[in-house]
């Protein structure tokens, strides 16, 4: 799915996950912008490795993320607790970030 300026979906079809699907949104708010992302993924093993291992690291991953997204375009000093919130998922999940004005 592309459709730019709103939104783009890509896919995984090689690689470490069964399943990875992450879509990124768009949204004009308020004077900035609402990035989203909306991720579903599933790992061979998940019930044995998601908790110790996939699930720590999805959360590292969108952490940083939503952390870069704010220095870059929003907060000058992103609140890490408010990021690692945003990137709790579990198996799926959706992390959004205002950024700009």
């Known amino acids: ?8 979906v890509d896919e ?5 996950y069964r ?3 992450h879509e990124h949104t768009f949204k004009e708010v ?12 599933a790992v061979p093993f ?11 690291d999805i959360r590292r991953i969108f952490c940083h993320r939503t952390e870069s997204l704010l220095r ?3 907060e000058t ?7 690692d919130d945003a990137a709790n998922l579990q198996n799926q999940g959706t992390v959004a970030a205002k950024v700009g004005a």
């Open 72 to 74: 870059l375009f929003g």
């Open 30 to 41: 308020d004077g900035g912008t609402l990035a989203t992302d909306h991720v579903s993924y």
């Open 77 to 83: 000093k992103p609140d890490r607790a408010k990021a």
């Open 46 to 56: 998940d019930l044995l490795l998601h908790g110790a291992f996939v699930g720590p």
């Open 19 to 21: 399943q990875w699907i």
């Open 12 to 16: 995984q079809l090689k690689g470490p």
């Open 1 to 8: 799915m592309w459709e730019p300026p709103f939104r783009f």
